[in-house]
């Protein structure tokens, strides 16, 4: 299984990207997903996690209110819907999927597939 991540660039603060990551195989459905980030110097910090069937759905303190969710198992994507984003949001943004697992999780430890990344960019 691969994950290919897209969506990211350049917008100014206050607008808006949706990322996607489109995942190859068919058990795609009965994993869980998530969202992490990574800025320059900093560790990777998790921002979104939603569970196989896209019921349950948990996010990071810092994006909660801005930042969706979402998934459609028929086309095996997950996305992530930002909007209202900020200079801090500035980072390489990464897809992962817990293929032994349905249940969400915001450990990244603990998801055993990654997307290859997409740059987001917020200028002030």
């Known amino acids: 299984v691969q994950l290919q991540a897209s969506g990211g660039g350049l917008v100014q603060a206050g607008g808006s990207l949706r990322l996607s990551c489109v995942a190859s195989?068919?058990?795609?459905?009965?994993?869980?997903m998530g969202w992490f980030r990574q800025a320059p110097g900093k560790e990777r910090e998790f921002i979104a996690t939603i569970s196989w069937s896209g019921g349950s759905t948990n996010y990071a303190d810092s994006v909660k209110g801005r930042f969706t969710i979402s998934r459609d198992n028929t086309k095996n994507t997950v996305y992530l819907q930002m909007n209202s984003l900020k200079p801090e949001d500035k980072a390489v943004y990464y897809c992962?999927?817990?293929?032994?697992?349905?249940?969400?999780?915001?450990?990244?430890?603990?998801?055993?597939?990654w997307g290859q990344g997409t740059q987001v960019t917020v200028s002030s």
């Open positions: 195989g068919r058990t795609f459905s009965t994993y869980a």
């Open positions: 992962a999927a817990r293929s032994r697992s349905g249940s969400r999780s915001p450990d990244w430890a603990s998801y055993d597939l």
